[in-house]
């Protein structure tokens, strides 16, 4: 099973997809960071330019961990992913309406991903801005950031809503370093449950 977790930025991708998927023991697929994505992506995501130079490589980030996948996804296994074709659809809101034939153009290279169930996340912005401010990288200015989710956000739900295989999870007050959040998530997605690494109390042998 193909699990994508999807929202905008600064909303805990990273951080939910790393927790489910040591949960499940099945590994997990994220999109990077700073220190992996080539080091123009990120001043040409800030400036807004190349629009589709920024998309395509992602796609190519994400189809490589797609491919990858297809070795290891097996019956009774959930595999989890930062990002799917939705996506790349939803960050269109960020560039002028005259690159978007184009910008749409680059979203064939996720027509044959198809997770299983795709988690989108949403959540105010105090949230968000709460998590920036924490999380303090110095490439991400708060009020940036906070704009852009703004965009991204709303057109993660309008998509969200037209995708059988997707459910919208809001994480205010959700914790994602917290055992019972977790499970609410789970539940929420309808996964499998995890199975557990059994616990034992051994007798002090002196």
């Known amino acids: 099973m193909r699990v994508a977790i999807v ?5 805990g991708k990273s951080t939910l997809v790393r927790q489910l ?14 220190g992996v994505w080539d080091p123009r992506v990120l001043a040409d995501i800030e400036a807004g330019r190349n629009a589709v130079g920024v998309t395509e490589y992602f796609g190519r980030l994400y189809d490589a961990n797609y491919r990858d996948a297809l070795e290891h996804d097996r019956p009774g296994r959930v ?10 659809e939803a960050h269109i809101a960020e ?6 034939d184009a910008l749409r153009a680059v979203l064939a290279i996720g027509d044959w991903w198809k997770p299983d169930r ?7 912005t105090s949230t968000i801005e709460k998590h920036i401010r924490q999380r303090n990288r110095p ?16 057109e993660f739900r ?9 459910v919208v999870v809001n994480r205010d007050d959700l914790e994602f370093h917290e055992r019972r959040d977790l499970v609410r998530i789970i539940e929420a997605a309808g996964l499998p449950m995890f199975r557990e690494i059994e616990y034992r109390v051994v007798p002090d042998p002196r």
């Open 118 to 124: 795709i988690v989108c996340l949403t959540s105010s």
């Open 158 to 166: 309008r998509l969200a809503a037209l995708d059988p295989a997707a």
């Open 139 to 154: 490439h991400e200015g708060v009020e940036l950031m906070v704009h852009r989710f703004r965009l991204i956000d709303a």
């Open 79 to 88: 595999i989890f992913f930062e990002g799917a074709r939705i996506t790349l």
């Open 7 to 11: 929202g905008g930025p600064g909303i």
């Open 21 to 34: 998927a040591d949960l499940y023991h099945n590994g997990s697929y994220g999109e990077g960071e700073k």
């Open 95 to 100: 560039y002028p309406a005259e690159a978007h």
